[in-house]
């Protein structure tokens, strides 16, 4: 049974910077994608960044491409979100997920097969 943990979420200030960890068990995620997504309240579920297998090549929602910055350590089955500069718009529940089949669009929500139980991010103005 895979099970992903994020934690590292908090309350911030405009202008400051978090980093978000995503610790995987039940699986080794070297072979496979991984997503970063955000909820905020009221609205759907966004693509954030995402990663793949090798760590060589990394995709950003516009929104936070320059300020975000995925990464990953596969030998310590952890992938995170360096999150600098951050926005009141930033202010969301966030999401890591899995994506196990290789091939699919990283930015839709359906190509991810697990998902963790998400880190409250709040930036005040």
């Known amino acids: 049974q895979v099970q992903l943990v994020e934690s590292g979420g908090g309350l911030v200030q405009a202008g400051d910077s978090l980093r978000l960890s995503c610790a995987a068990s039940g699986r080794a995620l070297s072979y496979y994608a991984m997503g970063w997504f955000r909820q905020a309240p009221g609205k759907e579920r966004e693509f954030v960044t995402a990663i793949i297998w090798s760590g060589t090549n990394a995709y950003y929602a516009d929104s936070v491409k320059g300020r975000f910055t995925i990464s990953r350590d596969n030998a310590k089955n952890t992938v995170y979100l360096q999150m600098n500069s951050l926005k009141p718009a930033d202010t969301a529940v966030y999401y890591c997920?899995?994506?196990?089949?290789?091939?699919?669009?990283?930015?839709?929500?359906?190509?991810?097969?697990?998902w963790g139980q998400g880190t409250q991010v709040t930036v005040s103005s």
């Open positions: 997920a899995l994506d196990t089949t290789p091939g699919l669009i990283l930015r839709r929500i359906d190509a991810y097969d697990y």
